[in-house]
C-alpha cells in the first residue's frame, strides 16, 4: 500500500499543434506531471505500465479540427494523444484487471497511464507470441485486415486481389491471408527493397514500386491483365482512380486508410474522376473500422496464432526504442521508411 | 398462315453516331426496312408488335465507344437501339409465348421486333394495371427503386433518406418507398413545379430545386439537420459530394445513376474530393443493376399493385406519342423536362 501511494513523474506525449500537411516533430511535446500511482477505491480504474505504444496511421486523421460525425473525435490540443498500447497492470480497482497481469487497449500516451473503468483494455497472453505482437498481427492492425478481407472483401479462390501500402501493419496481415483464401495477390509499396521483400518473404505474387511507375492506370494494366476483384484500399486519391478503371464486375473496395487525403483539407484534394464504374461494375465500395468488429477478436487471435506457429504467416515489425522518440517514428511511418508494423518500445516489465 | 407470311415496312430507330456531349436528334434516325410477320419454326423466336417503349437514362451511357468490363455492351453504330417496351405477340415460335398474349422486355426498337428465342420477354398482365406502368412502376425502374432500396439501403424506421432526380421514374418510386419504411424523405429536382407535385401530391416530407441553390452543402445542412442514413444516388459529381459531406456513420449510398458524368468523359469530370468520408463514416457505396435483381420482379409487383391499389403509392407518366418522337423524348428526359416516368406511345394492340 505504502509502495502504490508514492508519487513519480510521468512522461506523457502531447499535441501541442494540428499539422498543417506533413506531421513535424513540433506538433508534439514531451510533459512531464507527477502521476500517483495509487488508486481511488470503488471507481474501477486501472493503471498501467506502458511496454510497447503501437504507431498508426489512423492517428494522423485524429489530429485535426474537430468537424461533425467522425467515428472517432479528434484529438484535443494541450492533451496527451490516444494510442493503442501493450501495457502491465500496476494498480487495478477493476473486477476482472488484476495487477500484473498483461492488457492491450488505448491509453493516453505516457510511460504511465490511467485507464477509467478499465474502458477498452483486453487481457493478452504472453505465451502466445511477443508482448508487441498484439499491436500488430494478434491486435487491432491484423483484426482490420481479417475484418476488410473477410467481411466487405469476401474473397474466393482465384479472385484477383490488390492492396496498396502493402508493407505496412496491415497490408503485410491482409495480403498473406488473401493469399490462404486462394486469391492472386499483388501490392503497390514505396521502394525496391520492399518489393523484393513481399515477393520473397511473404509470399506476394507480385508487387511493384509505386514510386517508379509513371502511369498507374498502365501499370495496372500490366500487373492485372484478368482485372482487379478486390482492392484493399489505404491510399486514395490517384491510385483509387487508377483501381477503378481496372475493377472486375461485382468488383468489392474495403476502405480501411485514405492516407493520401490525410495531409490535406477536402477541397484541396484531387478529385476521383472515374467513380461512374462503382455503377458500370456494380462496385462496393465501404469504409469500415475495427472498432465495430472487436467481438471477432479473440477467434481471429485464435486463428491467426495458429497460421503463426504452423508458419503459414510471417511478421515482422520496425521497432523504435524510447518515448521521447515517438514522433520521429510516426512521421517516418507516414513518409513510408517502415517495413510491417511501427511500435515504440516504452519499459520492460 | 396467309396473313403471317405477309412483308410490312418496319420503322426502326437507328444510332448513327454516339453523342460527343448531350444527345442530339442527329444521334439517331429513323430507317424504315421490310420485316416478314412469319417465323422460320424451331428456333422459339418471337415476333412483336411494340405499344410502348421506355424512355431511361441508362442508354446515354450504352451510346459511347466499347470499353472492357462494362455490365451492359454499347449500343453499335448502325444498328436499333435497345430499349424495353411492352409489346403483343403477332407470331411466336415460342413454347411459352403465344399469339395475343402481352410482354415486357428489351426488343431493337421500332414498330415490330423479332426477339431470338424470347430473351428476357416476361408476360404481363393487363387486367392488373395499364400496360405501360410495366415499363415503370411495376418494370425495371420500380424494382430498380426496390432492389436499391431493400437490398443496399437497408432503410429503418426513423432514417434520414435522400433522393436526386427524385421526379424521375425510379425517383418517384423510391421515395414512395422509402415513406412506407417509415423514413424522413427528402428529394432534390430541377423545378419549383416538381418541388411542389413531390410534396403534395406523392407525400415527400421535403423536396428542393437544385437549381436555385447555390451552394448544395448548406442546402443538405438546411434539409438534413441530422444528417442523411440513405442518399439514393442518380447524379453524381458535386451532388455526391455534397452528400458526404453530410453523411451519417454507416450510412448507404446505393448508386442507380451518375447522370452528371454521362455526357463527358472521365478525365474530363470534376472529382469527387472527399471520399474519406466513406472511410470516416463507415459508409457502403454501392453499384447495382436491376437485371441481377429480376428473380424478385414478380414478388415487386404483387406487393406493389397492391399499395397502387388501396392508394398507397402513386404514379405518373409522361408520354410522348409516336416512334418517330423518341429521339426528342430521350433528349427532353435528360435535361429534366418530364415529371415521372417517360414513356413513348408507339401503337394500339
Given at each position: 500500500?505504502a509502495d502504490?501511494a508514492r ?15 506533413w506531421v ?9 506531471t507527477d502521476?500517483h500511482?495509487s488508486?481511488?477505491p470503488?471507481?474501477g480504474h ?7 505504444a503501437?504507431v498508426?496511421?489512423?492517428?494522423r486523421w ?8 467522425l ?7 494541450g492533451?496527451?494523444?490516444v494510442?493503442?498500447a501493450v501495457?502491465?497492470?500496476i494498480?487495478s480497482?477493476?473486477?476482472e484487471?488484476h495487477?500484473g497481469?498483461?492488457?492491450?487497449g488505448p491509453i493516453?500516451?505516457g510511460?504511465y497511464a ?9 487481457k493478452?497472453?504472453p505465451?502466445?507470441?511477443p508482448?508487441s505482437?498484439y499491436?500488430?498481427?494478434l491486435g487491432a ?14 474473397p474466393k479462390p482465384?479472385?484477383?486481389f490488390?492492396v496498396s501500402?502493402?508493407?505496412g ?6 495480403g498473406q491471408?488473401a493469399?490462404?483464401?486462394g486469391?492472386?495477390v499483388?501490392?503497390?509499396v514505396?521502394s525496391?527493397?520492399k518489393?523484393?521483400l513481399?515477393?520473397?518473404e ?6 511493384f514500386n509505386?514510386k517508379k511507375?509513371v502511369?498507374?492506370d498502365?501499370t495496372l494494366?500490366?500487373?492485372f491483365p ?10 486514395g486519391g490517384?491510385m483509387?482512380?487508377?483501381v ?9 473496395i474495403?476502405?480501411c486508410?485514405?492516407l493520401?487525403?490525410?495531409n490535406?483539407e477536402?477541397t484541396?484534394q ?7 464504374n462503382i455503377l ?7 469504409g ?6 472487436f467481438?471477432?477478436?479473440s477467434t481471429?487471435i ?5 497460421y503463426l ?5 510471417k511478421?515482422?515489425?520496425h ?9 520521429k517514428s510516426?512521421?517516418g511511418?507516414?513518409?513510408g521508411?517502415?517495413f510491417?508494423k511501427?511500435?515504440?518500445?516504452i519499459?520492460?516489465p
Open positions: 500500500m502504490q508519487t513519480v513523474r510521468n512522461k506523457q506525449v502531447i499535441l501541442v499543434s494540428y499539422p498543417k500537411d513535424i516533430e513540433d506538433n508534439l511535446r514531451i510533459e512531464e502521476i500511482l488508486l481511488k470503488g471507481c486501472v493503471l498501467l505500465q506502458t511496454l510497447w503501437s498508426d496511421p489512423y492517428l485524429r489530429m485535426q479540427e474537430s468537424k461533425e460525425g467515428y472517432a473525435q479528434p484529438f484535443q490540443l492533451k496527451p494523444i494510442v493503442r501495457s502491465k497492470v494498480a480497482d477493476h473486477q484487471i495487477v497481469e498483461f492488457v492491450a493516453s500516451l510511460e490511467l485507464v477509467e473503468g478499465g474502458q477498452g483494455l483486453w493478452v497472453d505465451n502466445l507470441a508482448l505482437y499491436l500488430g498481427l492492425p491484423g483484426l482490420t485486415a481479417w475484418a476488410g478481407l473477410n467481411l466487405i472483401g469476401e482465384g479472385d484477383e490488390f501500402a502493402a508493407a501493419a496491415v497490408g503485410l496481415v491482409v491471408l493469399k490462404l483464401k486469391c492472386r499483388v501490392g503497390s514505396g525496391d527493397d518489393v523484393e513481399l515477393k520473397k511473404f509470399g506476394y505474387d507480385d508487387a509505386y511507375e502511369n498507374w498502365a494494366g500490366k500487373y484478368q482485372g482487379i476483384d478486390i482492392y484493399f484500399e489505404n491510399v490517384r483509387l482512380e487508377a477503378l478503371n481496372h475493377i472486375n464486375l461485382n468488383g468489392r474495403p476502405v486508410g485514405m493520401s487525403s490525410y490535406q477536402w484541396e484531387e478529385g476521383v474522376r472515374n467513380l461512374q458500370e461494375k456494380c462496385v462496393k465500395m465501404q469500415f473500422i475495427v472498432s465495430h468488429h467481438h471477432h477478436l481471429y485464435q486463428e491467426v496464432a495458429g506457429k504452423e508458419g503459414k504467416i511478421y515482422k515489425e521497432v523504435t526504442e524510447g518515448l521521447e522518440n515517438f514522433a510516426f512521421i511511418m507516414l513518409k521508411a517502415n510491417g511501427v511500435v515504440v518500445h519499459s520492460d
